[in-house]
C-alpha cells in the first residue's frame, strides 16, 4: 500500500527537475538573445517583446482611468499618487539613434505654446520640465479636454526617450542635429490653446489662441528647416477641428496630426500626407477578463449623445425617431460632460453594439469609448477617417453601415440582430486585443495609442522626403554644379 505515495513522490521530484532545467534553460537563452546587441539575427521586433515583458506595469492604466473618472483633473498627478512610487522601470540600453524606427528634431518653442498653457512652473531658462521625475511633469486638464490631448502625449514621450532611465518603446527618438531629422515635430499644444484661449471676452482684442498661431507661422516660416523642406517634414497637431483655425493654411504643407478632415479643404489637409489619431476615450477601460460577455450585455444598441446637430448631424435626429421605442435599444439625449461619463460607461459595457453617428464634425470619442468598453462600434458617419487604417482591419471589430442605409426603416435592427453570438464574440475578443492600440499614456508602451502614432508617422517618412527632394530637384543640382 505504500508505494503509492512513493511513486507518487518520485513523479513530483522529476517534474521539479524537469521544470529546474527548463527554467535554466530559458534564463540562458534570453541572456544570450540580449549579448548580440545590435548585430544580432533576431529581429528587433522580439527584443520589443522581451523590453515590454521586463517593464514593470507600475502605472496601472485601469487604476489611472478610474482614478481620472473621480477627480478627473491632475491627470497624471493622480496616477502618481496612487501607484506609491516614483520608480521609473530601468531603460535598456539598446534603444540609441541607430535602433530608433525614426529619428525626430523638436523646436525648443517658448513654454508659452506647450507647457505654459498648463499653468507649469518653472526656473527662469528652463523650457522643458523635466520628465525623469513623474511628479513634475504638468498635468493634462481632465473633462472633455483630454479628448483631444494627444499633443500632451507624444510631447512628453519625445522628452522621455532622453534621460536615460524612462523605459518606453525604442519607436521615436529625439535626436539634436535637425539634418539628420526623419521629421521636425512642432510642438504647439493647439487643441488646449482653442479650449482654453478662443472665447473672446467683451473687447475686440485678438484671443490668446490666436496670437500664438500667428507667432507660431512667424517663428516656423523664419527657420532653416521650415525653409528647406517647404514644411513638407514638419509634423503639427490639430487634434480638436477648430483648432489651429487661423494657422493651418499657411502651413498646409506639413504632415498634420487630426481627428478628421470634417473642416478641411483637401489641399489642406488629405489622407495621403496627414495622420488621423484617436481621441483619448474618456469612460473606463475595461479590464479585458472582467468584460460582460454576448450574453452579460441586456441591451442589444447604445447611443447617447447629443441629438440635434448641424451638418452631417441630421441623421442623429432620424435614427432617434427610428430607434426610440424599440425595444433593447438605449437611444436617448445626454452629454457626456454632464456627470454621465460613468453612467456611459456603465451604459456601453452592458451594450452588444454601440452606435457611432455623424455629429457636427464625421469623428468623436464615442467610437473611442465603445471600443475601450468592447461594445462593438456600429459606425454610421460616411465622411469618418479612422485611426490607422492601413494596418488595422476595422471590419474584424466593427460594423460600417451607409448613412443612406442606416435610415431605412427595419434596416440597422435586421443588420445587428443577424449577428448571433458566435460571429459578435469573435469581434468582441478582436476588440479586447485592439484596445491598447487606442490607449495613451506615459510613459508609452509598445503598441499604445503613442507608439501607433510613431510608426503611422514613420510609414509616411519615404513619401516625405520623395516630396522634399522633388521641391528641391534643381536647387540640389544647382548646389552640385556649383561646387565643381
Ligand atoms: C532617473 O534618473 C534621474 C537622474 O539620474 C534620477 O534622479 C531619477 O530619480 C531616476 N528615476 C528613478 C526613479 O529611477
Ligand atoms: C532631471 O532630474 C534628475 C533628478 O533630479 C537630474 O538628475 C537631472 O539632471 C535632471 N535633468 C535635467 C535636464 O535637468
Ligand atoms: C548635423 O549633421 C550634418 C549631417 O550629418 C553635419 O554635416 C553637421 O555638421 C551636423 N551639425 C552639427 C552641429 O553637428
Known amino acids: 500500500m505504500t508505494s503509492i505515495p512513493e511513486k507518487g513522490l ?3 521530484r522529476s517534474l521539479a527537475c524537469l521544470f529546474a532545467v527548463s527554467m535554466l534553460f530559458l534564463i540562458l537563452s534570453s541572456m544570450i538573445l540580449f549579448q548580440f546587441g545590435d548585430t544580432s539575427l533576431v529581429p528587433r521586433s522580439i527584443y520589443k517583446l522581451i523590453i515590454v515583458k521586463r517593464t514593470p506595469d507600475y502605472i496601472k492604466p485601469d487604476e489611472t482611468r478610474a482614478s481620472f473618472e473621480h477627480k478627473s483633473s491632475r491627470f497624471l498627478a493622480s496616477s502618481h499618487k496612487e501607484s506609491g512610487s516614483t520608480k521609473y522601470p530601468i531603460k535598456s540600453a539598446i534603444c540609441g539613434q541607430t535602433q530608433a524606427l525614426l529619428k525626430v528634431f523638436m523646436y525648443d518653442l517658448p513654454p508659452e505654446f506647450h507647457f505654459g498653457l498648463l499653468g507649469w512652473k518653472r526656473d527662469r531658462n528652463q523650457i522643458w520640465p523635466n520628465v525623469s521625475i513623474l511628479n513634475q511633469i504638468p498635468a493634462y486638464p481632465g473633462g472633455l479636454y483630454l479628448q483631444h490631448s494627444v499633443e500632451y502625449w507624444l510631447t512628453v514621450d519625445l522628452l522621455s526617450s532622453v534621460p536615460p532611465n524612462v523605459s518606453r518603446p525604442c519607436t ?3 535626436i539634436q542635429n535637425s539634418t539628420e531629422a526623419d521629421v521636425i515635430f512642432v510642438p504647439f499644444f493647439s487643441s488646449l490653446s482653442y479650449n482654453r484661449h478662443s472665447k473672446i471676452h467683451g473687447n475686440k482684442k485678438p484671443t490668446m489662441d490666436k496670437i500664438l498661431q500667428v507667432k507660431l507661422v512667424e517663428y516656423l516660416k523664419g527657420r532653416d528647416e521650415w525653409k528647406r523642406s517647404g514644411g513638407k517634414d514638419h509634423i503639427i497637431i490639430a487634434h480638436h477641428p477648430n483648432s489651429m483655425l487661423l494657422a ?6 506639413a504632415m498634420f496630426v487630426l481627428a478628421d478632415f470634417g473642416r478641411y479643404s483637401s489641399q489642406i489637409a488629405n489622407i495621403d ?5 484617436p481621441y483619448k476615450h474618456v469612460v473606463r477601460r475595461l479590464v479585458a477578463r472582467d468584460s460582460p460577455s454576448f450574453d452579460e450585455r441586456p441591451v442589444l444598441v ?3 449623445g447629443a441629438i440635434y446637430r448641424k451638418d452631417g448631424g441630421v441623421i442623429r435626429r432620424k435614427l432617434y425617431l427610428l430607434l426610440k421605442d424599440e425595444k433593447d435599444v438605449h437611444f436617448t439625449y445626454g452629454s457626456v460632460s454632464s456627470g454621465g461619463v460613468r453612467k456611459a460607461s456603465q451604459g456601453m459595457s452592458s451594450s452588444k453594439f454601440c452606435l457611432n453617428i455623424a455629429g457636427d464634425t464625421p469623428s468623436s470619442n464615442r467610437l473611442f469609448d465603445a471600443i475601450a468598453s468592447h461594445c462593438v462600434p456600429v459606425i454610421i458617419s460616411d465622411d469618418i477617417e479612422l485611426p490607422f487604417e492601413d494596418v488595422l482591419d476595422y471590419s474584424q471589430f466593427a460594423i460600417s453601415v451607409r448613412a443612406s442605409d442606416a435610415v431605412k426603416k427595419g434596416y440597422l435592427l435586421k443588420v445587428l440582430r443577424r ?7 469573435q469581434m468582441w475578443e478582436r476588440l479586447k486585443e485592439v484596445a491598447n492600440y487606442f490607449e495613451y ?8 495609442a503613442v507608439d501607433m502614432i510613431w510608426q503611422a508617422v514613420h510609414r509616411k517618412v519615404s513619401f516625405v522626403h ?4 522633388r521641391k528641391n530637384r534643381y536647387e540640389m543640382s544647382q548646389k552640385f554644379l556649383d561646387a565643381i
Do not use: C, M
Open 419 to 425: 449577428v448571433k453570438r458566435e460571429k459578435w464574440t
Open 302 to 304: 447604445y447611443f447617447q
Open 10 to 12: 518520485f513523479i513530483s
Open 441 to 448: 499614456q506615459y510613459p508609452s508602451q509598445s503598441g499604445d
Open 248 to 253: 493651418r493654411k499657411h502651413l498646409g504643407s
Open 172 to 174: 521615436a527618438i529625439l
Open 466 to 469: 520623395n516630396r522634399v527632394r
Open 273 to 277: 500626407k496627414d495622420i488621423i489619431a
